[in-house]
Nanobody, 121 residues
């Protein structure tokens, strides 16, 4: 059993900052890519940022220069520092990880339950 638990969402004014965290727990052998996706009302889920176990990162064009993804492999935790937030960043943010479980043979996608980020004055 694997769980991804997110925290750090909330209401923030335009121009403000938030930091999201996502901790993986359970019968985990290895984690490759960890990342964040978001889904706004009426829109499809979209990639925000990903980071591999080696530290390679990938960002959506809309967040480059404003968001920073990082991870602590020892804590099995991924972070998303969000600065200069805009109203269009409002969405439910989901954590995603590619994980091999103990006794498993291949990476499987796991998702968190989502955390709401609202940017509004």
């Amino acid at each position: 059993q694997v769980q991804l638990v997110e925290s750090g969402g909330g209401l923030v004014q335009p121009g403000g900052s938030l930091r999201l965290s996502c901790a993986a727990s359970g019968s985990i052998s290895s984690i490759y890519t960890m990342g964040w996706y978001r889904q706004a009302p009426g829109k499809q889920r979209e990639l925000v940022a990903t980071i591999t176990s080696g530290g390679s990162t990938n960002y959506a064009d809309s967040v480059k220069g404003r968001f920073t993804i990082s991870r602590d492999n020892a804590k099995k935790t991924v972070y998303l520092q969000m600065n200069s937030l805009k109203p269009e960043d409002t969405a439910v943010y989901y954590c995603n990880s590619e994980i091999i479980t103990l006794g498993g043979l291949r990476y499987v996608d796991y998702w968190g339950q989502g955390t709401q980020v609202t940017v509004s004055s």
